[in-house]
């Protein structure tokens, strides 16, 4: 836990973004986790990026299930509202607030715990929903609020801080959410800052649901040799399969890459994600190219990161349902309701 | 033949059928041709958790004095299952009639001498008529409704419009059944002295009435609250809950130019997740709700709690059906009272609403959306099997246009201008409602909603003084609800009595019955109805102003007479349950039976 509060005073030269606001009005209370824990670092990320991005506080909203990772939400931007739902379940109240209104920026905030195993239904359904939210899964393999228990995705061989190996199959929620047929799945790691604040903003900005899985090492329980979720072992196999760049709506594609090396994909908003692959053989708009090219670099012991699939076209649930465009708590009680006159008429045909 | 009483407009027709032929139609048929006829009828449902080839059984009873309940009588049994037949025969009552199909021999064995026993060809008749074999099948129900319709002499002219009226869109199907209609109708023309002693009578036109399943009732109430997100996950006998929703949302709440839907309404992965997507919609200021039965309810705990402990508005809807475990998916009881009343761990009590028809069921769905968001709570619509999914007859649904939804205390962005600083759970009304803020609206009104210990301000906390302070002041909300749920209904005896007779939902046609046939016997009863949980004072007053309180209720363990005994501090020996928990609807007899023989055994000691 860190316990020095940073200091809430004007400094001269902060920039400020397009609503005016400082970096700092997009965090949230101190945080209580470990000094050094990989979730902190994600939730600093996550206040660049929605800084940078200039989101109103008020349009967002922050859901977590149960778990460190979930305690996150409190941890950045006060002023939107937070909703730390039950173990596993933050998907379905993500998708009862989305459903309601459909106009608020979703971040859910989960575990390996929270989504691979308590909530691994939930998960894939809101894959399956195509529910327009960012979905970040921070993932360390291992329960810390219950002292070290190996989480469904800690890698087979891997090792629990007393020894004792993890002889099980691990659980890749990213190869797990494109064989599902998710629209966005990325993932990067708490120390690659530059990645991750990239990841977010295309994440935030792609129409359905963005599967945002962050390795995120457990300093108390999980870094030590013989893990595979540590930092050490993170930075040593991590390949960066894809940098993504988010440009904004109104801003120009500027660098120039030669053919091949990347592509870039329009968003619904009129932003862009420009993608640059490390191999011009990888595909991310395919699912086959993708799954492919994760199993490849499994067995180099690598860790892709990177965007790793997108599917702009998928539809979200909205566009599914057919639900209208306009929020549906914004509809006013008489466009709800069909009146005395309609009842009458209705029960002429209950005779 | 047996002397037989005649019963004009007093009877009770029971069709005895193999689920999945089609029989249904035909049984709605007669329902709805006795219901034009101006005779009060109700229609019960007995069916099996199956799509095909196993027993159905389908009870009329029309009762010129308007009971409702099951009367537990057999005037005529339509027995057109030859896996049931014994049972069937059986079943009808000394005097009564018996119709089967006799194209094929019956064993010598199975006959009674105390019934008329009606053999008409069927199936003979319908395969010389008729030639393609689904047809067939499906025309001798039909067919059996023409033999009734001249044993029982009902108005075939109303018969012929209710068919034109069904079939408005395929006139062909019209023609088919007219003729199967005939065909049965003439055979028994023929055969039989038409009509028999038991019939029925044109008596008006029931105006005002309306025939409805408290399913569709529930369903339509829905649309009426404003509720606009749904969240299920299908089981049954609550299935057709959402049905209903989705059809009047269909009609009623979809642009007539774009086709852009004003409802969202989402199959869930189960029913853990229909109750988080509840919170969520509700969370935002959304009216949801979720349909669901007894083991829905279970997996919905945990939410249910944190929805309590939060103070999230939320509207379940329990149908009722025997528990426990898987029981018996089609069967009724009033077996949830106590799961719902104390769902989830740790301490909570939830407001209860119990509709005895579908009158109430539209009536009450409603009162519970205003209810969640005026209490910032789960609100329990506590529906059952009988009441769901079977035809009753109510008077016809009313609506009031000046009618405003409740929303409680909601905190928009004009409102936090006027204050200094919002916090989400301190009670500045002393009514133990605090304000809340939706989100989407206004950062100054952010707040943080957990499961987790938190305190006035709604931030976290492990501090002991600061967690009691916030759960003492849930305990006067509770006492708020008391003051908010629909109050029990007295009806008093002709004559003044300290014997009470105390029931709510489903049991109520049985009690009304009950009482007249008592009063008859010399023994008076209060009847005190129960419509909400807590109990308002009145429930209190009832149980102290008579000697012996008779609690009748539809399971086994006296759920109603427990929180009877947990919530009012009363002496227990002052309660005598009459339980019914078959999985059939309460009868009128049980609860006669019930209050004798607790009075003849008193007598005796």
Redesign the interface.
Known sequence: MTYITKPKIDLPGQKRNALGLLQRDYEGSMSTLCAGCGHDSITAALVQALWEMSIAPEKLVKLSGIGCSSKTPAYFVKGAHGFNSVHGRMPSVATGAHAGNRDLICIGVSGDGDSLSIGFGQFGHAIRRNLNMLYLIENNGVYGLTKGQFSASADPGSTAKKGAPNLMQSINPVATAIAMGASFVARSFSGDREQLVELIKAGIAHPGCALLDVISPCVTFNDHEGSTKSYAYTRLHKHQATAADYVPAAAEITAQYAEGEAISVKLHDGSSIVLKKADSDFDPTKRSSALGYLEKHRDLGEIPTGLLFIDEDWPEMHAIYGTAAKPLKEFTFAELNPGREALQKLQRGMR | MPATQSRINDFVLKIATVNGTGSASANGLLM?AL??MGIPVTGKNMFPSNIQGLPTWYEIRASRNGYMARSGRVDIMVAMNAQTYQQDMNNVSPGGFLIYDSTWPRERSMTRNDITILGVPLSKLCNENFSVARIRILMKNVAYVGVLAALLDIDLDIVHALLEETFAAKPKLVEGNLQAIRVGYDYARENFTCPLPVHAEKMGN?AG????DGNAATG?GC??A?A??G?WYPITPSTSVMDAFTH?CE???T?ADT????????Q???E???????????????R?FTPTSGPGISLMS??IG?AYYAEIPSVFIDVQRVGPSTGMPTRTQQCDLMLCAYASHGDTRHPMLFPANPGECFEFAVKAFDLADRLQTPIFLMSDLDIGMNDWMVP??????SY??DRGKVLGPADLDKMERFVRYTDTDGDGITYR????????????????GHNRQGG?TEDSKEYEDVMQRLLVKWETARKMVPPAVMTRAKKKTRLGILAFGSSDGAVIEARDQLAQQGIHTNYLRIRGFPFGTEVLDFLHDHDTVFVVEQNRDGQMKSLLKLETNNPADKLVSILHFNGMPITSDCVVKGVSKHLASEAAA
């Open positions: 709805q219901f034009r029931n009435k309306i025939l409805i339509l649309v009426y404003g606009t997100v969240a009047y009609m009623f709440r642009d086709g852009e839907k004003r409802y969202c309404i989402v869930a992965e189960d853990l997740a229909a109750a988080g997507m509840v919170l969520g919609a509700n969370w935002v200021g959304a949801a945990e939410f944190f016809q649904l009313e609506w009031d246009d405003r939804p803020t939706l989100p989407g609206e206004d950062s100054r009104g952010a707040y943080f909603v957990r499961g987790s976290y």
